[in-house]
C-alpha cells in the first residue's frame, strides 16, 4: 500500500473518530473488543492485590454494567464513574474519592472473569489469568 493511501485512511478514521463521543454500545462494542485483554490489570501494592477496572472506566459510556468473579467466587459489580454525556468529553474522570480498582488480600487473586453488559443489552465475557494481568 503507498504511504498517501495510509495517510489518507489514516485521516479519514481520525475524522470519522472525532465525530463521535464513544457514549453508546455501538461505538465502544468494537473498541473493547479490540482491546479486551486491557480490560484488567492485577497489582501487587502495599501487601495487598489490586484489581483496576482502568480501561473500562475510561470507555464506561455505553456499558450499563461491569460485573466480576475473583477465583470463580460471587459476582460482584463494579460501579464506574458516570458518564458525562452532556459534555465534551463524556468520558471524562473527575470524581477524586472514586478509585478504578478494588483491593484484596496479597497473591488471593489468580484468576478474574469480567462480564460488561452494554447499553443495549448484549453482554461480553472475557476471563483473565493473574500471570497475565500482573503489572510491575
Given at each position: 500500500m503507498?504511504?498517501?493511501?495510509?495517510?489518507?485512511?489514516?485521516?479519514?478514521?481520525a475524522g470519522a473518530a472525532a465525530a463521535q463521543n464513544?457514549?453508546?454500545?455501538?461505538?465502544?462494542k468494537?473498541?473493547?473488543d479490540l482491546t479486551k485483554g486491557s480490560w484488567i490489570a492485577v497489582r501487587e501494592f502495599e501487601g495487598n492485590d489490586l484489581i483496576y477496572f482502568t480501561h473500562?472506566?475510561?470507555?464506561?459510556?455505553?456499558?450499563?454494567?461491569?460485573?466480576?468473579?475473583?477465583n470463580g467466587g460471587a459476582i460482584q459489580e463494579?460501579?464506574?464513574?458516570?458518564?458525562?454525556?452532556?459534555?465534551?468529553?463524556?468520558?471524562?474522570?473527575k470524581i477524586p474519592d472514586h478509585w478504578p480498582y478494588v483491593t484484596l488480600p496479597l497473591n488471593s487473586v489468580e484468576t478474574v472473569e469480567v462480564t460488561v453488559t452494554y447499553d443495549d443489552g448484549s453482554t461480553q465475557t472475557v476471563d483473565f489469568e493473574r500471570a497475565n494481568v500482573l503489572t510491575p
Open positions: 503507498r504511504t498517501g493511501s495510509i495517510l489518507t485512511m489514516a485521516l479519514l478514521w464513544f457514549t453508546t454500545a455501538a461505538e465502544v468494537p473498541i473493547l473500562l472506566e475510561a470507555w464506561r459510556c455505553g456499558l450499563s454494567k461491569i460485573e466480576y468473579s475473583v463494579h460501579v464506574p464513574e458516570i458518564c458525562y454525556e452532556a459534555e465534551a468529553q463524556p468520558n471524562v474522570l
